[in-house]
Structures are given as C-alpha cells and as structure tokens.
C-alpha cells in the first residue's frame, strides 16, 4: 500500500490528472450552486412583482367608494 502511494504521489503525470479531475468536480459544484442562486432570485423577483400587482390592486380597491366596491363584489360572486 506504501508503495502504491508512493508511486502515485510521485508521479507528475497522475497528480496533474488527479488535480485536473477535482477541479472539475469543483468547477460543476460551483456551477449548481449558481444555477440555483439564479433560480432563487428568478422566483423571487416575480414574487416582487406579484406582490406590486396584489397591493396596486388592494390600494384601487380601497379608493373606491364603499356603493361600487359592493356592486364589483356581486360581478365576482357565483350564481
């Protein structure tokens, strides 16, 4: 086994490849993480948005007088 390491950890040729393969495993990591970052800021951008959308409508609401926001509830109600 001593051997084995020796000849592994001497040899230039497979520590060059060994260090090229973690790095690659690195570089892919690192490439997930960031899609997911990405998603994460997609989603919460359109929760922003959302939200703006949700509270215009709370504010036109409440600027209606109390006669029209009764006769736009009964367009909503179900027969």
């Known amino acids: 086994m001593t ?3 020796s000849f592994l950890s001497g040899n230039p040729a497979i520590l ?3 260090a090229s393969f973690i790095a690659a495993l690195g570089w ?3 490439q997930r993480l960031a ?3 990405a998603e994460r800021n997609r989603q919460a ?3 922003a948005a ?3 959308i949700t509270d215009q409508v709370d504010n036109d609401i409440g600027a209606l007088p109390a006669g029209a926001v009764k006769k ?3 367009s909503w ?3």
């Open 28 to 30: 892919g990591f690192h």
């Open 50 to 52: 959302a939200r703006d």
């Open 45 to 47: 951008a359109s929760e």
């Open 77 to 79: 109600a179900k027969p």
């Open 35 to 37: 899609g997911a970052r």
């Open 72 to 74: 736009e509830l009964k």
């Open 16 to 18: 060059s490849i060994l």
């Open 3 to 5: 051997a084995l390491l």
